[in-house]
């Protein structure tokens, strides 16, 4: 059995990384959302993976995983969410757990067609960076910022019109 910490509120959040000081990866998603649903099914599988394990009948940690996982559902917790940045679904953040000194790392918005990245973006990060080699979000993150920039200019540019 996997472990997925459920965030209620900021308090949670920090709690979460005040653990210990493992790669955490937050996947923002809301119940109503129907991408989000399919992404689900993908981040099961990866928290299978890389999370915790624990003992099904006696709730014991049986093995530590290399990344710890959380939820957090935006519809209840939408002020925390658009706080962290999350405003578009899915929305996946990563940071790196620091006994409550966590840092954000990278974050965006990824659909189900694109889990690849999320893990691509993980196995990347538990191997340490290498030197000169871009991350694999790079590309993705400054797409999606440019895509923001143009829907901002053209609302501006509608407003300035009438």
């Known amino acids: 059995q996997y472990d997925i910490t459920f965030v209620?509120?900021?308090?949670d959040f920090l709690d979460f990384f005040a653990r210990d000081d493992r790669l955490c990866v937050i996947f923002v998603r809301a119940n109503w959302c129907q991408i989000c649903k399919q992404f689900s099914t993908k981040w099961r599988k990866m928290a299978n993976a890389y999370g915790?394990?624990?003992d099904p009948n006696t709730g014991e940690l049986v093995v530590p995983g290399s990344i710890r996982f959380a939820e957090i559902e935006f519809t209840e917790h939408e002020d925390l969410c658009r706080r962290l940045g999350a405003s578009r679904l899915p929305h996946v953040l990563f940071y790196q757990g620091a006994?409550?000194?966590a840092g954000k790392i990278t974050q965006y918005q990824c659909g189900p067609s694109a889990f690849g990245?999320?893990?691509d973006s993980a196995?990347?990060?538990l191997a340490g960076p290498p030197q000169g080699v871009s991350p694999p979000w790079a590309e993705f993150v400054a797409a999606q910022e440019q895509m923001l920039r143009e829907k901002a200019e053209?609302?501006?540019g509608g407003q300035q019109l009438q």
């Open 8 to 11: 209620q509120g900021p308090q």
């Open 52 to 54: 915790d394990k624990y």
């Open 99 to 101: 006994a409550g000194m």
């Open 117 to 119: 990245l999320v893990v």
């Open 123 to 125: 196995e990347y990060l």
């Open 154 to 156: 053209r609302e501006q």
